[in-house]
């Protein structure tokens, strides 16, 4: 018996919100186990503080943690985000979802430029750019690059998502700010990664241990920023 339209689309929109959550739990547990220094202990008590609804800001958070890594997921997506625009045409409703995300990565490597001069980011997509050009142009001359670069600049998703998680499975650097937090019995430097009434959870920088601190005992907390 045929299948009704309807029901289709709505296997459809589930197996996509299937496919989502996956790979955000696959995030999620990426970043615990990478931050953690994949030490079983350390992420069982880390991943008791997070859920789903934190991906978004950890996907963030993973992105600016490291200006290098992020540089180098921004010098790939920045060329590729660019050129799929070029080739959608010009701006209309049907390709405002694409021309929001070119904004959104121009946006952030702007401001890792801004901050932290990194020029050869520029350089790098720069680069990137003018080969995929010379590839997309390459027709029969080259049938195997221009297919390759065609793949790359309509792939948007699969490569957002596997930048999503090789940066979650290599930035050792947790999505919150370091901190030196000052207590009565002494300096704790590490991240907070749960700030519930009466204490803090806070994952240490050197030995990627859990220690839980007294608010009572903190007398003072300094942000300290990332390195470039």
């Known amino acids: ?3 009704h339209p309807r029901e289709s689309s709505d296997q459809h929109l589930v197996a996509k919100g299937l496919s989502a959550t996956s790979v955000a739990a696959l995030f999620l547990l990426l970043r615990v186990f990478a931050v953690t220094d994949y030490d079983w202990n350390a992420a069982f008590s880390l991943a008791g503080t997070l859920g789903l609804d934190d991906v978004v800001v950890m996907v963030l958070g993973t992105l600016m943690a490291s200006p290098v890594l992020g540089g180098i997921a921004l010098a790939i997506l920045l060329p590729e985000a660019l050129i799929h625009q070029i080739r959608l045409g010009r701006p209309s409703w049907t390709n405002a979802g694409n021309l929001i995300w070119l904004l959104i990565v121009a946006l952030f490597t702007g ?3 801004w901050t932290y001069r990194t020029w050869w980011v520029l350089v790098v997509a720069a680069v990137l750019a003018v ?3 010379m590839l997309l142009r390459a027709g029969k001359r080259d049938p195997e690059g221009s297919r390759l670069a065609h793949w790359f600049v309509s792939s948007s998703a699969l490569i957002v998502t596997l930048a999503a998680l090789v940066l979650a499975a290599t930035v050792q650097t947790p ?3 370091l901190e030196e937090i000052q207590t009565r019995n002494g300096l704790v430097r590490g991240y907070v990664v749960e700030n519930p ?3 803090l959870k806070v994952l240490l920088d050197d030995e990627r241990e859990i220690v839980i601190v007294d608010t009572a005992d903190v007398t003072g907390r300094e942000e300290i920023a990332p390195r470039p």
């Open 1 to 3: 018996m045929a299948r």
């Open 111 to 113: 401001a890792l430029i």
């Open 131 to 133: 080969v995929l050009f």
């Open 175 to 177: 999505w919150v700010s």
């Open 197 to 199: 009434p009466g204490y």
